[in-house]
């Protein structure tokens, strides 16, 4: 009997180990495809949920670098209270934990060589940029979808800033790299503490920030809303559900990821 219950659990083992191989193999040989076809969605949900939110106006992002209109202000605070909770779900589940862990490694990678003043100077251009043109580099995108004039010489500025940068930037990484790398990447890993220990209270006092936001300006009062039969054809959504909306967006290319280190 015992013989029989050891056989079938090797057998399971077999099958289990085969499967995923079979699954590393079948995202190895389609993995262009696979990745365009993620990005294409997020890009599609990342463009519908900016326009209902009408952040892709100009002038709603050109208020928001003056403070006079927090739509946009909205919408980023929310996704990333969102994005904070379901990364903390992540973190904490033993089949995503490790792969969540070398995600964001992953996005780290690149930035070891930033520092404080780097993080100022490039800071301090992209707001400048954002006030002079009314968009933004993921922003631009979803302003050519929706017809925005003007958004395609905005887009064509933005890939001539990109090929100067490329032809200088040995020259600047040189001027402003910082003389030491940071000891720890991560704040939970400065405080030898887990990642959702430090990430639900963050989202909940960014919640909160949203929620005082809405109290003393409503949303209604800063976009112009026409209501229809259909939430697809209304003029515009709240930027909060935009926002909640949007976090879709970073699940889905963590779940990229997730093929990438299986």
Request: aromatic share 10%; charged share 10%.
């Amino acid at each position: 009997m015992s013989g029989t219950v050891c056989s079938k659990q090797v057998s399971n083992g077999s099958s289990s180990t085969a499967m995923k191989a079979d699954h590393v193999t079948f995202y190895q040989a389609n993995k262009p495809l696979i990745q365009l076809t993620a990005f294409i969605g997020c890009g599609v949900v990342c463009g519908f949920t900016f326009e209902k939110a009408r952040v892709i106006d100009p002038a709603v992002i050109q208020d928001q670098m003056e403070f006079s209109r927090f739509v946009m202000l909205k919408i980023f605070l929310s996704a990333m209270a969102t994005g904070l909770v379901s990364f903390s779900v992540l973190s904490v589940i033993p089949a995503t934990k490790q792969k969540f862990a070398m995600a964001r490694e992953s996005f780290v990678a690149p930035l070891r060589n930033k520092g404080v003043l780097s993080s100022a100077v490039g800071g301090a251009l992209l707001g400048i940029g954002m006030t002079l043109s009314g968009t933004c580099p993921a922003m631009v995108f979803g302003q050519m979808g929706g017809g925005v004039p003007n958004a395609v010489y905005t887009l064509l500025g933005g890939f001539t800033g990109v090929m100067v940068y490329g032809l200088i930037e040995p020259y600047i990484r040189s001027v402003i790299k910082p003389t030491k790398q940071a000891k720890h990447n991560w704040l939970d890993q400065y405080m030898s503490t887990s990642f959702a220990t430090l990430a639900l209270p963050m989202a909940a006092a960014l919640a909160s920030v949203i929620t005082a936001i809405e109290y003393a300006r409503p949303w209604t009062t800063e976009v112009i809303t026409t209501t229809t039969s259909s939430i697809l054809t209304t003029t515009s959504w709240s930027p909060i559900v935009s926002g909640i909306l949007d976090n879709p967006i970073t699940l889905v290319q963590l779940a990229n990821s997730h093929f990438v280190y299986s």
